[in-house]
């Protein structure tokens, strides 16, 4: 690994109902912003999920820079697609909870993402915009080396939108990565140093928004994804974006997804 390379997907494969959703995929992940785009069903969830050790590959590895062994997923921080925080706590209590295992600071890490004002607000007093930018202060909690949210901007109304990416893409230096999921090309134009373009389970592009639009001869992120990806473009508008994270379902600590919720994964 280059010095700047802070984890590696190699020929990883993972299959639901003998059907792979992510075939052969071999990624770096560098310090800096890295943005996976691709349309629905392309396996970007599933690709972040292992990154983040939340899910297992049924083939192929990940490798970490950062560490060996069982402690590697403690530097890695998770937002997944819904989480499910508990209404009842106060933003602050909730972050509370992860800084105890992952050492890090609740009030700061609010500021960071401008809720500093929010700290002794209810979880279910809190918007849908709000609740995502506590799901990025959680999984930016006690600064780790990679952070991995996925879609950490859905739902959100555009100028939401813009704050939640500035405020991801603002944890990423030369030590860390951020490693973001999203529809909004024109933010990973603003944001990203890096882009993974998934199709079908497969990397269809990958490496620095520079080259990448230097070697598709196009201008931005959208004119990328449509020479690379193709018809398959028209997925990408999201249309059908049902996984709004402000619905009751989600304060439920019962949730499937609950199994994702630490910020801090144990592998
Ligand atoms: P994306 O994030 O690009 O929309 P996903 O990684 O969520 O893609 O999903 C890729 C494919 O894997 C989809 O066809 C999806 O239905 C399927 N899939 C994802 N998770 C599961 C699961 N837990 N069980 C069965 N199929 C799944």
Redesign the pocket.
């Known amino acids: 690994m280059s010095e700047h390379t802070l984890a590696e997907l190699v020929d990883v494969t993972r299959t ?2 003998g059907v792979p ?1 992510l075939d052969e995929v071999s990624v770096s992940i560098t310090s800096g912003v890295t943005v996976v785009v ?10 972040l999920g292992i990154l983040a050790g939340a899910v297992e590959p049924v083939d192929g590895e990940v490798r970490y820079a950062h560490e060996n062994g069982a402690d590697a997923g403690k530097r890695i921080g998770y937002l997944p697609q819904r989480v499910p925080f508990r209404d009842a706590f106060t933003a602050r209590e909730t972050l509370g909870f992860y800084a105890a295992l992952a050492d890090g600071d609740p009030d700061a890490a609010l500021a960071d993402v401008g809720l500093a004002d929010a700290g002794d607000k209810r979880v279910a007093a809190l918007s849908g915009g709000m609740r995502r930018l506590l799901g990025i202060a959680q999984a930016t909690l006690g600064n780790p080396a990679i952070a991995v949210l996925d879609e950490p901007t859905s739902g959100l109304d555009p100028a939401m939108r813009e704050r939640a990416f500035r405020a991801a893409a603002a944890r990423a230096n030369d030590d860390t990565a951020v490693v973001v ?1 999203s529809h909004d090309l024109d933010l990973v134009d603003s944001y990203a140093d890096e882009i993974v373009v ?1 199709d079908r ?1 497969r990397v269809a592009a990958a490496g620095s928004v520079e080259r990448l639009l230097t070697d598709h001869g196009v201008e931005n992120v959208t004119s990328l994804f449509r020479a690379v990806v193709g018809d398959g473009a028209s997925a990408v508008t999201d249309a059908g974006d049902g996984d709004s994270d402000d619905g009751p379902e989600n304060g439920d600590a019962t949730a499937p997804e609950s199994v994702h919720v630490a910020g801090v994964s144990d592998r």
């Open positions: 639901y109902g959703v691709g349309p629905n069903g392309s396996g970007k969830s599933t690709l999921s998934l389970g």
